[in-house]
Every structure is written in structure tokens, then in C-alpha cells.
């Protein structure tokens, strides 16, 4: 099979452009068109380019992309530069970016109804245990004295007089 150099620069070829036209229509700069038709993928920094632009350019000779992108992956494998993706720090994870990374993972318009349902719930308990509370407080009317218990007053007695005050 072609690598995807080879692929490329035949595809240029077959529809007779040239590495000026290529890079006026895909925005991509001569010396990359030039860098990818030759293979040599250390002129790039990071493979997102290398993808990028391969696909980009294989779109518009019309070749088969997934074919080219899946050759391209086996290339990039074989070189040292672009193995592995770099490390993005070098710093040891802590239990906080663990947090962080559960919590990028939530899906926070479910839970924003879920949180919102209970809160309602939550409100209309306090509701009802405050109706029930003030419905207890409220002091009821005496209830009335049996009629055994209450005497009348009788004349027999005097009342109490009020003494003068104490000078």
C-alpha cells in the first residue's frame, strides 16, 4: 500500500494542481503541502496538525479519508517524535483532580432537575410540618366547668374590704 505521502502528492498530480492552487484553496502554508508529500512529519509540532491537514487535503484531491487517516495512524506509530501523545504536566495527580474530573463527567442538566424535584419535596415537608406545628400551638376555648364543681356565690358572706393604705 502507498503511504500517505505517495498517496497524496499522486492525487495532486491526477488533478493537475499545483502546491501553490493546493495551499491558496486548503489555507494549509506551501512548506507543510510540501513537508507531507515528502513524509516528513518532524517539520509538524503536535500530530493534531498532521491529522488535520492530511484530512483536509485528502478532501479536496477526493480521496478515500478513512483509508488515508487510518495509514497515516500507522505511520505516525513508526515515528519516535509522535509515538505516544506527551504528558500534559508532569505533576502527580491529587485527589482533587479526581473530583474535578467526576464532576466534569455529571450530567448537570438531569441532575439540575433531580436537585430541583427534591428541593420542592424538601419545601412542601416543611410546609405541612409547619401547618400541623401551628395547628397544635393554637390554644383551643376552656372548656366548660361541670356544674358540680361551680358554686354560686352565696349571700352568707361578706365580701373583703380594701384597706386604707399605710402612711
Sequence with gaps: ???VAEQLRAGREARKLSINEVAET?????DHIRALE????????????????VRCYSMLLRLDVPAVMSTLDEELGRTEKFREPPPLSNEKKTPLDFVT????KVNWQKGGVLLAGLAMVAILVLII???????V???TAPSPIPAARYSRPTTDTLPL?????RK
Excluded: C, H
Excluded at 515528502?38 to 491537514?53: K, L, M, Q, S
Excluded at 374590704?161 to 393604705?165: A, F, L, Q, Y
Design 137 to 139: 400551638a393554637t390554644p
Design 38 to 53: 515528502e513524509g516528513d512529519y518532524n517539520v509538524f509540532v503536535a500530530p493534531v496538525y498532521i491529522r488535520g491537514f
Design 161 to 165: 374590704t380594701n384597706r386604707p393604705p
Design 26 to 30: 486548503t489555507k494549509i502554508r506551501t
Design 129 to 135: 410540618w409547619w401547618w400541623n406545628s401551628r395547628r
Design 101 to 104: 474530573l467526576q464532576l466534569s
Design 1 to 3: 500500500m502507498p503511504t
